[in-house]
T-cell receptor, first 110, second 113 residues
Framework: DAKTTQPTSMDCAEGRAANLPCNHSTISGNEYVYWYRQIHSQGPQYIIHGLKNNETNEMASLIITEDRKSSTLILPHATLRDTAVYYC???????????FGTGTLLAVQP | DVKVTQSSRYLVKRTGEKVFLECVQDMDHENMFWYRQDPGLGLRLIYFSYDVKMKEKGDIPEGYSVSREKKERFSLILESASTNQTSMYLCASAPTNFNYGYTFGSGTRLTVV
């Protein structure tokens, strides 16, 4: 599975959009991009995933570049409850394993 | 609401004890996973299972074993607990089609003294 690179930490003002970047330059054609988040002392929570096209759900939007070498998770109106560690993961279509990195700590400031 | 339930939230055991961590899911998922999480190291995969009685080693299986006798239950076993196994342990499950990735439990914080 391809490796991902994320910033260690980011800040965002409450009510503003939070844009979390992820680089996955070695991604191959059948690999999906998944995003999870982990709020302190809880298990990770699924947010969104995509293959090639941009995706949106009730939690977030996922923008994948045309070459698929990077992606951005967008939380449109961040709240204090969105403070968490966000993980970007690439998973091959043939495997059931998710390999987590150390993620980005997003701190939403009042 | 779908659930992955881990039997204990906090556990304290002595060095050398045999420790069982239990995980039960109610979603009829084929795949189940055990991770440990340590500060600065993120989540690391210990073992996983894609079917009853099947198991595969993850990245850090040493010192652990697993058991999957029923589809809904996946147990992690520490044969002889050591202090370096003090950690947060997270169980997850996923369907074969993997459409929405994993569902995680709330975790068990194990302290070995």
């Amino acid at each position: 599975d391809a490796k991902t690179t994320q910033p260690t930490s980011m800040d965002c003002a409450e009510g503003r959009a939070a844009n979390l970047p992820c680089n996955h330059s070695t991604i191959s054609g059948n690999e999906y991009v998944y995003w999870y988040r982990q709020i302190h002392s809880q298990g990770p929570q699924y947010i969104i995933h995509g293959l090639k096209n941009n995706e949106t759900n009730e939690m977030a939007s996922l923008i994948i570049t045309e070459d698929r070498k990077s992606s951005t998770l967008i939380l449109p109106h961040a709240t204090l409850r969105d403070t968490a560690v966000y993980y970007c993961i690439v998973r091959g279509g043939a495997t059931n394993k998710l390999i987590f990195g150390t993620g980005t700590l997003l701190a939403v400031q009042p | 609401d779908v659930k992955v339930t881990q039997s204990s939230r906090y556990l304290v055991k002595r060095t050398g004890e045999k420790v069982f961590l239990e995980c039960v899911q109610d979603m009829d998922h084929e795949n189940m996973f055990w991770y440990r999480q340590d500060p600065g190291l993120g989540l690391r995969l210990i073992y996983f299972s894609y079917d009853v009685k099947m198991k595969e080693k993850g990245d850090i299986p040493e010192g652990y074993s697993v058991s999957r006798e029923k589809k809904e239950r996946f147990s992690l076993i520490l044969e002889s607990a050591s202090t370096n196994q003090t950690s947060m342990y997270l169980c997850a499950s996923a369907p074969t089609n993997f459409n929405y990735g994993y569902t995680f439990g709330s975790g068990t914080r194990l302290t070995v003294v």
